[in-house]
């Protein structure tokens, strides 16, 4: 009878994820008919407007209408990445299975002589062979406990570091909940920032974040052009709308491109800036750069330093296909640390970069905090203590971490 009930179960959440594969599915499908549809409109607008330019038609009409058919492009290229992404997602294969067995009874056991009562326990294996782990559970009467305490107590009885996912709750009640579980990933991070402002102004023209994510870290560096509050409120805007993208999941190419297109199609009166991307995969400690219009980043392992470099143009300057990705493999100790424009600008000239770049490698340090500030000290004492445009620099340390 426990066998066909396993059975059952184990069909059910094989209908349910099915069901949801071909609703994601249909969306991409709605998604790809919407950017047909934008594109045949442009190609419509295009014939009209053929027609009118052989007739000497109104000019600002002619030009509103170009304005509009880039418009309809952005729209339809983004339409079609979404349903690139969403069918990729369908067709990550999921297996779910139901724990069950003695491993199952020891741990419903386990959590129970610690107020803990568990319903349901299923191993979900998706994407790059990542073990994930959902479980069915509430606590007893006048029982309180985290979610931390709940992934210490399962990492021991499964023997394999769990941490919890980013959207569970941070307390478990009374109440029955689903909470979902991940392997803790190969390596850790440490970051750390420094910053300063121009002379005569009260406000940081750079903006950055450090964006966690799932099993990774991405760090963000807008540098508005000019300074102070006009500055600011670019680079602050960019950066949002970065973090907001790369919730969505598109990745960071992604991100530049509609930035990029973004600010292309605005107003002449709003300033342009650059971004600045490097994102650290903690599972397996490779990291990608993606710039626009960005100093170099640098890479410290031990005394020795890897500059990245790229000659893409601000935001809403780039042409399509610019914004390249980079690509490297950290290490166990490896600093990686961007910087906006102003660390450089009153380095030795013809290639500041490069004199920077010969500074990090002097720098001893192993911590992250360490070596944001010596670089900042560098750079503002090689302009005398005048700063004449904002400094900011990021470095983000990772680790290995220590197998149990």
């Not at 994820?17 to 442009?42: K, Q």
């Not at 029955?176 to 402002?197: D, R």
């Not at 800036?273 to 994102?279: E, F, K, S, V």
């Amino acid at each position: 009878m426990k066998n066909k009930m396993l059975e059952y179960d184990a069909l059910q959440s094989a209908y349910l994820l099915e069901y949801d594969r071909r609703r994601i599915l249909n969306c991409a499908d709605t998604f790809e008919n919407l950017a047909s549809v934008f594109s045949r409109m442009n190609r419509e607008e295009e014939a009209v407007s053929c027609r009118e330019e052989e007739g000497a038609g109104d000019r600002e009409r002619t030009w509103n209408r170009r304005r509009a058919q880039e418009s309809r492009s952005y729209y339809a290229f983004y339409m079609k990445q979404m349903a690139v992404l969403m069918q990729a997602v369908a067709k990550t294969p999921v297996q779910m299975i139901r724990l069950g067995g003695r491993r199952e009874k020891q741990i419903v056991r386990a959590l129970g002589a610690e107020g803990i009562w568990v319903q349901d326990i299923f191993l979900l294996r998706g994407q790059e062979d990542k073990l994930e782990v959902s479980i069915s559970l509430c606590t007893k009467k006048d029982t309180s406990i985290t979610i931390e305490e709940i992934a210490g107590y399962l990492s021991v009885l499964m023997d394999v570091r769990l941490i919890p996912e980013k959207r569970n709750p941070h307390f478990v009640g009374q109440d029955l909940m689903n909470l979902y579980f991940e392997e803790e990933p190969g390596f850790c991070c440490m970051t750390a920032s420094a910053t300063a402002i121009k002379e005569n102004e009260t406000v940081l023209g750079d903006c950055y974040s450090f964006f966690d994510q799932d099993d990774a870290l991405t760090m963000i560096l807008s540098d508005g052009v000019g300074s102070g509050e006009i500055a600011a409120k670019d680079a602050n805007r960019i950066v949002d709308l970065t973090e907001q993208i790369l919730d969505a999941g598109l990745g960071e190419r992604m991100a530049a491109q509609m930035l990029n297109g973004m600010v292309s199609t605005e107003d002449e009166e709003v300033h342009m800036a650059t971004l600045d991307m490097c994102r650290i995969d903690l599972k397996n400690g490779e990291c990608t750069f993606v710039k626009a219009g960005a100093a170099s980043a640098f890479i410290k392992r031990g005394n020795m330093v890897e500059r990245i470099s790229s000659d893409t143009l601000p935001l809403g300057l780039m042409a399509g296909g610019e914004e390249r990705e980079t690509q490297r493999q950290l290490q166990d100790g490896d600093m990686v640390i961007l910087v906006s424009d102003g660390v450089i600008q009153d380095l030795p000239a013809g290639d500041g970069e490069f004199f920077l770049e010969q500074q990090i490698g002097k720098l001893a340090v192993t911590s992250p905090v360490e070596m944001a500030n010596l670089i900042l000290r560098f750079a503002i004492g090689q302009c005398m203590g005048k700063i004449r445009d904002d400094m900011t620099v990021l470095v983000a340390g990772i680790w290995e971490n220590e197998e149990q």
